[in-house]
């Protein structure tokens, strides 16, 4: 399975971003899958996941502002972001691991996407 991450860009607090996560094969309608995302200087961290059948789980940080959603017919996850604040400035992975379960440790997913920057300034 390959992931490919968009979406990212420069916005301004308050603006909406929105990630899309595109894989190759079937397989991945049966997977769980994650957003993750790395500050300069900071550990790799937890944002939302959704599992096979669309079970949601949002970090603190991001709940009621970000939403995980899939579309299976695209092959597609996205991380819908809204009210985005300067603290949620990082490079924003998605990952994907294989028993279709929420997972929020990183390292329990077996694929992931190449990173994408979303800059939010104050």
């Known amino acids: 399975v390959q992931l490919q991450a968009s979406g990212g860009g420069l916005v301004q607090a308050g603006d909406s971003l929105r990630l899309s996560c595109a894989a190759s094969g079937r397989a991945f309608r049966s997977y769980g899958t994650g957003w993750f995302r790395q500050a300069p200087g900071k550990e790799r961290e937890f944002v939302a996941a959704i599992s096979w059948s669309g079970v949601t789980y949002h970090a603190d940080p991001v709940k009621g502002r970000f939403t995980i959603s899939r579309n299976n017919a695209k092959n597609t996850v996205y991380l819908q972001m809204n009210s985005l604040k300067p603290e949620d400035t990082a490079v924003y992975y998605c990952?994907?691991?294989?028993?279709?379960?929420?997972?929020?440790?990183?390292?329990?997913?077996?694929?992931w996407g190449q990173g994408t920057q979303v800059t939010v300034s104050a």
């Open positions: 990952a994907a691991e294989t028993r279709g379960m929420i997972v929020t440790r990183d390292s329990e997913y077996d694929y």
